[in-house]
């Protein structure tokens, strides 16, 4: 069988994405027949035996998931945390397969958060060269002034040397004790929406995202989850301009 690159055998296996199997390889948690792996090595899934941080990867047939999830505050989006803090798969009491979240919501944040066991569709809708969308409710403890919307949404900097990219902010309840703004990005910088606030001297109280790529938060409530139905996977493929559907059963 042709060799193929570590970080592809790792996200079909369902391990991780390819991403996050790229900084397994780059921190020297992958071996490959009992010798570290580097960048850019390749394998074949059939005959060598790949670990990853010494758990053995299953080349063998796998059940996709691809699940949508309320996650509530208070829970991290890692696989697992030294702080002991609550981790977003504690969650999925039915769920079988090695399932791993598609991006990030910070601890304090909550909403919507797709979960997958499918390295290349995760590859797929994080992507930034894909473009998603995800549209969140973000609950700030005073009036807007119109001069702060425009700043944020014409690109403000976050940190130095970063600056976020335009983007669509509507104004859902306006108070002058109280304001309710729907962010639409299509970007995913760690803690964005909280540091764009931040930069115009804007307090968020609650931020909840509500859509990503079409597919919407819809009734679950904060620690429900459910498996994405075909409809919502070929929303999300076409908005990540991957159309074709794949088989919900990986091969041997």
Do not use: W
């Not at 109280?205 to 597919?215: D, P």
Request: net charge positive.
């Amino acid at each position: 069988m042709e060799k193929i690159r570590l970080q592809k055998i790792i996200a079909d296996a369902g391990y991780c994405s390819r991403r996050k199997a790229e900084e397994y390889i780059a921190n020297g948690q992958v071996k490959v027949n009992g010798h570290v792996a580097g960048l850019g090595d390749k394998a074949d899934p059939r005959n060598d035996l790949v670990t990853v941080c010494g758990e053995k990867i299953n080349s063998e047939e796998t059940q996709l998931r691809y699940i949508k999830l309320y996650k509530p505050r208070g829970y991290v989006t890692t696989m697992a945390d030294s702080h002991g803090r609550k981790i977003v798969t504690e969650l999925l009491t039915d769920v079988k397969e090695r399932v791993y979240p598609i991006g990030r919501l910070d601890r304090n944040s909550e909403g919507l958060l797709l979960l997958t066991n499918d390295g290349a569709f995760a590859n797929d809708i994080m992507h930034p060269a894909h473009h998603v969308s995800k549209t969140y409710r973000v609950t700030v403890p005073s009036a807007v002034t119109e001069e702060q919307l425009e700043k944020m949404a014409g690109g403000v900097e976050i940190e130095e040397g970063v600056v976020t990219q335009p983007c669509t902010i509507n104004v859902l309840v306006d108070g002058a004790e109280r304001t309710v703004l729907e962010f639409i990005i299509k970007e995913g910088k760690n803690r964005q929406i909280r540091k764009m606030c931040a930069a115009v001297s804007l307090e968020v109280s609650r931020l909840r995202r509500t859509n990503i790529g079409g597919v919407k938060l819809g009734m679950l409530k904060p620690g429900e989850y459910a498996d994405l139905t075909k409809d919502e996977l070929r929303i999300l493929r076409a908005s990540a301009g991957k159309p074709m559907e794949r088989n919900g059963r990986k091969k041997k």
